[in-house]
């Protein structure tokens, strides 16, 4: 539904829920593993439900409880198809698609939105290359087959989730095998999330530069309660919005150490100008002189709309590098990150991998398509602490995806001066 959000700087506190990108891993580690596990996660965002559920008809038990999921690991793959609902979640989809083939079992994954528009290549023929089949039938992927352990070598530039799915699933192989990443790696923190998973549950995957030689036959051994750090991608939101803020935002509940790639958003406030703060699991932003930056996207992409979002209202031109993977994700994130930006008075020249966004000193009111898209609508809500005027964002629901409290946690800020 249509939400209209009222102008003006926010300031206060939040704690933030925990990390869908985590929360992934580890519940597939849990349901890969050979005990029962409780996965404390504070805040069930639709791509961890989807996941959660995929696991279960593969086999798991799963048990949502008020502190998270109470996982008994899959013993047996049930006979006959497994339907794997993954809704838009992409994550769900290129993590269990190697792992439905390490399994041997026979799948249909479900797929919604722009999901089935995303890219799969070049992971569908490494699967096909090692005995998996494949069929896409419009928003249906139908596999079977099992795969076998050897040589497998995937570009490094398109997705590191395709690299993440396969280190979860060669080690349960009976041979072993050699994963090898030609070209650049990009999001290479989130491949180091999915190694701190795996080492967690104290499988054996040793590393040589763009390799990793995994042994087979091994099983996943978490620890019987395993917390889920709290989530950096929608902390980002928050930090933002204290970059705007005289008086600041704290958001609780961090590992400052996390080895998430988005906490990279410290350092790119910080050369924006905003004044930030980490003490214990907690960081403080509040505002500074902002002024344009030039900003490498490959390591960041889930944040760049938000942060376009700051350069908007940054004195002089912010360079945004390296992004043409947004234009794959749940929208065409470059596309609809200058709609956006256009619709509330900024001024952004878009470009074929990044944006030119030249600082105006406020955002007016405006109208908001969010595409369907989570990130957008919380890119909104942060660029109303930056404008004049109402804005109206045209699917509030959509934060559902990653932050189904977006809005109660947004609305917990006060305005500054109140």
């Known amino acids: 539904m249509k939400r209209t959000i009222i102008p003006g700087a926010r300031t206060g506190r939040v704690r933030i829920p925990a990390s869908k990108s985590q929360a992934h891993r580890l519940l597939i580690c849990a349901a890969l593993g050979e005990e029962k596990t409780e996965v404390v996660c504070d805040g069930i965002s639709a791509d961890i439900a989807a996941t959660a559920k995929c696991l279960s008809a593969l086999g798991a038990k ?53 999901l089935p528009q995303r890219p ?100 996943c051994h978490l620890p019987k309660r395993t917390v889920v750090e709290g989530d950096w991608s929608n902390t980002a939101f928050f930090l933002c919005m204290g970059a705007l803020s005289k008086e600041g935002v704290t958001v609780e509940g961090l590992n400052l150490q996390s080895s998430q790639g988005d906490r990279g ?34 390591p960041i992409p889930d944040l760049i709309p938000v942060l376009s979002v700051i350069a908007s209202v940054a004195e002089g031109k912010t360079r945004v590098e390296n992004a043409y993977r947004l234009r794959l994700k749940e929208s065409d994130r470059l596309k609809s990150t200058a709609d956006l930006l256009r619709a509330l008075g900024g001024r952004v020249e878009e470009q074929e991998d990044g944006l030119v966004i030249t600082g105006v000193p406020a955002l007016h009111g405006g109208a908001v398509e ?19 005027g109402e804005i109206t964002v045209d699917n509030d629901g959509c934060v559902a995806k990653s932050y189904p409290r977006f809005w109660e946690d947004f609305g917990s800020l006060k305005g500054e001066g109140l």
């Not at 999921?69 to 994550?91: A, M, N, Q």
């Not at 958003?265 to 703060?277: I, K, N, P, Q, S």
Request: glycine share 10%.
């Open 265 to 298: 958003v410290l350092d790119v406030l910080r050369r924006f100008g905003a004044e930030v703060t980490e003490h214990g699991d907690t960081v403080t932003v509040k505002r500074g002189a902002l002024h344009g930056v030039t900003i490498n996207a490959a």
């Open 120 to 219: 799969l290549a070049p992971l569908d023929s490494v699967l096909k290359e090692h005995g998996m089949a494949l069929r896409e039938d419009g928003d249906l992927l139908y596999c079977s087959g099992q795969l076998i352990g050897g040589n497998y070598t995937i570009a490094g530039n398109v997705s590191s989730q395709y690299i993440s799915g396969l280190l979860m699933a060669l080690p349960l192989l009976i041979r072993d095998s050699l994963l090898m990443v030609s070209g650049p790696l990009e999001s290479a923190a989130y491949v180091a999330m999915t190694e701190d998973a795996l080492q967690l549950s104290k499988l054996t995957i040793p590393k040589m530069e763009a390799m990793w030689a995994i042994p087979g036959q091994q099983r």
């Open 62 to 114: 799963i048990e949502e409880m008020e502190t998270g999921f109470l996982v008994s690991p899959i013993k047996k793959v049930p006979e006959g198809r497994c339907d794997l609902y993954c809704g838009e979640s992409g994550s769900t989809l290129r993590f269990l698609l190697p792992i439905v083939g390490a399994l041997g079992a026979q799948a249909v994954f479900h797929r919604e939105g722009r």
């Open 370 to 388: 969010t595409q369907n898209d989570h990130r957008l609508a919380m890119s909104a809500a942060t660029a109303a602490c930056a404008a004049t």
